[in-house]
C-alpha cells in the first residue's frame, strides 16, 4: 500500500491562453485511505487526478506515491474513468488479464488474482460476455475488476459512476464499499456529489476554482462499515448541509 505526499503542486496548461488548472496544492493520502475530491466544474480535480496518474506533468512543486516521484503512468496507480475503456473485441475475462498478461507476469498469479476480482465484483458469471453484451454499470465493474487485477496499490477513480443511472449508481457505491472494505486500496475518488463522497470516504478534500485550489478538508466521522442506510441518517445530513455551507463561500 503507498501513500500520496503532494506539496506545492501546481499546473497551467500551456498555450495563448494560458490556464492556470492548480496552484500551490498540498495534500497527504495515507495508505489505505479513501480520499474524495469534491468541487465544481473546472476546479481541477482531473487535472489533480490525472498528474498522480502520471498523465500530466507539473508546472511546480512536487507529487510522491510511496516516496517516489511520479514521472510516469505506472500499474502501481490503475485508473477507472467515468467510461471503462475496454476492447470492444475481448470477452470479459480477456480484458481483465489484458494487463498483467501484456507485461509478462506468471500467469498463475494473475489468472488467480482476476479470479477472485471477477468474483467481488459479481462478473464470474459473465466473463464470456463481450463489452457490447453489457450494461453500463457492468462496465463499470469490468474497469475495476481490471484494475484490482493489475494489484494497483493506488486507486484512482474520476467520476466512475457519473454516467450511470440514479439506482445503478447507489449499486456499485455499495459494491465499491465493500470492495473496499475487503482490499483497503489507497483511494482518490474524484466526484461533483456530495452524497457520494460522504459515503465513500474518509476524508473529503473541497477544491476552490480557477486557479485549483484546496479550500478545505473535511474528516468524515462516520464508522465503517458503511451501508446505503446511512445516507438518511442525522450525521450524514449535519455532514452534508455544513459542506454545502463551505462550498457556498
Ligand atoms: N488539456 C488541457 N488544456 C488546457 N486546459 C485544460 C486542459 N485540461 C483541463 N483544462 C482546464 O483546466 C481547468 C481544470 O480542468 P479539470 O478538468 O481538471 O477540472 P474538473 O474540476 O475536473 O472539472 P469537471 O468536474 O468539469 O471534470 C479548466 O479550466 C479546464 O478548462
Not at 39 to 58: D, Q, R, V, W
Amino acid at each position: 500500500m503507498s501513500d500520496i505526499s503532494i506539496s506545492q503542486l501546481s499546473k497551467t496548461y500551456p498555450g495563448a491562453t494560458p490556464v492556470h488548472a492548480l496552484d500551490n496544492i498540498d495534500l497527504h493520502v495515507q495508505a489505505g485511505e479513501f480520499v474524495a475530491l469534491l468541487g465544481p466544474s473546472g476546479c481541477g480535480k482531473s487535472t489533480l487526478l490525472n498528474m498522480i496518474a502520471g498523465f500530466e506533468s507539473a508546472s511546480g512543486g512536487s507529487l510522491l506515491v510511496g516516496g517516489k516521484p511520479v514521472t510516469r503512468p505506472g500499474p502501481e496507480r490503475g485508473v477507472v474513468f467515468q467510461e471503462a475503456a475496454l476492447f470492444p473485441w475481448l470477452n470479459v475475462w480477456e480484458n481483465v488479464i489484458f494487463g498483467p498478461k501484456t507485461a509478462g507476469l506468471p500467469k498463475a498469479q494473475y489468472e488467480q488474482r482476476a479470479k477472485d476480482m471477477l468474483e467481488i465484483t459479481g462478473l464470474s458469471a459473465f466473463t464470456k460476455a463481450l463489452p457490447v453484451q453489457l450494461s453500463g454499470g457492468m462496465r463499470q465493474r469490468v474497469g475495476i475488476a481490471r484494475v484490482l487485477t493489475l494489484g494497483s496499490q493506488v486507486l484512482l477513480m474520476d467520476e466512475p459512476f457519473g454516467a450511470l443511472d440514479a439506482q445503478t449508481r447507489l449499486t456499485m457505491q455499495e459494491l465499491l464499499l465493500s470492495v473496499w472494505q475487503n482490499l483497503r486500496t489507497t483511494v482518490v475518488f474524484v466526484t461533483h456529489d456530495i452524497d457520494e463522497a460522504i459515503l465513500l470516504a474518509d476524508t473529503i478534500y473541497v477544491m476552490s476554482a480557477r486557479p485549483g485550489r484546496i479550500a478545505t478538508r473535511i474528516p468524515v466521522p462516520i464508522e465503517r462499515p458503511r451501508t446505503l442506510d446511512l445516507i438518511t441518517g442525522d450525521v450524514f445530513n449535519e455532514l452534508k448541509r455544513d459542506i454545502l455551507q463551505k462550498m457556498r463561500h
